[in-house]
Structure formats: structure tokens, C-alpha cells
């Protein structure tokens, strides 16, 4: 079976709606996720933690009327991040959070290192 969204050079797949939805759950569930474990009044001042995305594909999706879309990596580092900088106005917070991010495709995992390098989300000192 062919994949309907392939990342190259010279290609980047348009988002269906029904995965725009997916990935609006997503990004709410670790925000969220992030806020309660993290904000518990007997927390620790920090948490460490490992996120894995199985099918990462390559970070990016075109918009159906144009523009660029994030998919699930740069949906995992912004809200996250969104999260802990909120806890830590609040509280003394620090998140320890790694993040593995894999497809089957090596091709797409080196135009989502690009994206990456290229992201505001993203601070340097991340390997793949």
C-alpha cells in the first residue's frame, strides 16, 4: 500500500481534516497531561519523562487553502513546552522531557531533522 503523505525536497503532503482533529486531541491530552501531573500541589519541582512518536513522518503538512501545518513531533515539543512554562511561572517547574521520534522511512525522518533544525519550537541539542 502507497503512503498518501510522502516528504521530500520537492513534496509536502497536504493534511486531511480527520487528522487535523487527531492531532488537536493530541496537542489538548499533553497540555493537559503536563499540567496535572506537573501542577500537583505535592509534586516534585520537576518531571522527567519520555515521549515516542511511532509514525513521526516528516513534522509538516501543507494546509488544504495553503500555509504550513505542524504534525505530531513539533505538536509534542510546542505543547509541552507550553505546559511547563506555565507551571514554572506558578511554581518552581523544570521538565525533563525526551523525545523519540520514528518512522519506518529514513528518508522522512531526515526532512523531519530539517524541519526541526529550522523550527522556533526547537532548541539545539536534540539527536536523532
Known sequence: MTSKYIWSED???????????????????LKQYILIVGGH??????????????????GIYEK???????????????????????LSSRKNFKLNAHYIFLDKQ?????????????SSVVRLGFCM
Open 64 to 86: 488544504p487553502g495553503g500555509g504550513i501545518y505542524y504534525g505530531s513531533p513539533l505538536i509534542f515539543l510546542e505543547s509541552t513546552n507550553e505546559a511547563a512554562s506555565y
Open 11 to 29: 513534496n509536502i503532503p497536504q493534511i486531511d481534516v480527520h487528522s487535523t482533529k487527531k492531532h488537536d486531541v493530541l496537542r489538548e491530552y
Open 41 to 58: 500541589p505535592f509534586q516534585r519541582s520537576s518531571l522527567s519523562i519520555t515521549f515516542v512518536d511511532a509514525f513521526s513522518g516528516g
Open 106 to 118: 529514513k528518508t522522512y525522518l531526515d526532512f523531519l531533522k530539517n524541519v526541526l533544525i529550522e
